[in-house]
């Protein structure tokens, strides 16, 4: 009889804690001008952690893309910018948050720290990129594509 009340206490702890899956295609939406930039695909590596990668950079009026991460530190620098790895060892942390990872912004070669949270369903991704304490970063919340 004991056994059951442990067995409930123990599958409601358990998943609150678990972080639904980020993996897939998601629309990078400009926090400063609200248009789409580029399409990342995250995907999780066998850890746990996750990575992400520009697969498409979206056109839009008046920007003409850089072809490569010129003022990224190595091992970027001069790497081709559509196909590069921007999110690196974002690990889930329960409860639909992610963090500890590295996000490197391609045309300033800037790497900051990362942590997320899934929101709407799992459509919407929310990142916060910031160097040393979260206060002092930018958020800009994502599309799912797929």
Same mark, same amino acid.
């Given at each position: 009889m004991w056994k059951l009340p442990l067995i409930l206490t123990l599958?409601?702890?358990s998943s609150l804690s678990l972080a639904a899956d980020i993996s897939g295609t998601w629309k990078q939406i400009d926090d400063k001008t609200g248009s789409a930039k580029?399409? &990342? #695909?995250? =995907? #999780?590596? @066998? /850890?746990? +952690? %996750?990575?992400?990668?520009?697969? @498409? &950079?979206t056109p839009r009026p008046g920007y003409v893309p +850089?072809?490569?991460?010129? /003022?990224?530190?190595?091992? %970027? +620098?001069?790497?081709?910018?559509?196909?590069? /790895?921007?999110i690196h060892n974002l690990e889930p942390l329960g409860n639909n948050s992610y963090g500890n990872g590295k996000i490197i912004d391609p045309l300033t070669g800037k790497i900051y720290s990362v942590k997320g949270r899934l929101l709407s369903n799992g459509r919407?991704?929310?990142? =916060?990129?910031?160097?040393?304490v979260s206060m002092l970063g930018r958020t800009q919340v994502w599309i799912r594509e797929n």
């Open positions: 599958s409601v702890y580029a399409l &990342i #695909q995250i =995907r #999780q590596e @066998k /850890d746990g +952690r %996750y990575i992400g990668k520009i697969v @498409k &950079i +850089r072809e490569t991460c010129v /003022d990224c530190p190595e091992p %970027y +620098r001069n790497k081709p910018i559509l196909g590069l /790895d921007i919407l991704l929310q990142l =916060r990129g910031y160097l040393g």
